[in-house]
């Protein structure tokens, strides 16, 4: 199975930049996409970005040019650097693994329990 650990949310004024991380470990074959969602109050969950093992991205329109998104393979991390905060960006942002557990496995999704990021003066 897959433990997640996310870190690096926190209150952070607008314009201001954040840099979340999630780090997976546990026993598994492969993490194959890594990739942030988040909610905010009163709204459906959305993703925000995701990387696959070949550095292939996906963005939301709505933080392209300001986020990017990068992984650690190695470490079997994921990072999100937030640069020029809107207060539109705030919410609960959720790491996101499909994974498998064996070679032979299918994907299987995994959610970490989530960080608050939130933008306010």
């Known amino acids: 199975q897959v433990q997640l650990v996310e870190s690096g949310g926190g209150l952070v004024q607008p314009g201001g930049s954040l840099m979340l991380s999630c780090a997976a470990s546990?026993?598994?074959?492969?993490?194959?996409?890594m990739g942030w969602y988040r909610q905010a109050p009163g709204m459906q969950r959305e993703l925000v970005a995701a990387?696959?093992?070949?550095?292939?991205?996906d963005y939301a329109d709505s933080v392209k040019g300001r986020f990017t998104i990068s992984r650690d393979n190695a470490k079997n991390t994921v990072y999100l650097q937030m640069n020029s905060l809107e207060p539109e960006d705030t919410a609960v942002y959720y790491c996101?693994?499909?994974?498998?557990?064996?070679?032979?496995?299918?994907?299987?999704?995994?959610w970490g329990q989530g960080t608050q990021v939130t933008v306010s003066s």
């Open positions: 546990g026993s598994f074959f492969s993490i194959n996409v």
């Open positions: 990387i696959t093992r070949s550095d292939s991205t």
């Open positions: 996101h693994v499909k994974y498998k557990l064996y070679s032979f496995s299918l994907l299987r999704d995994y």
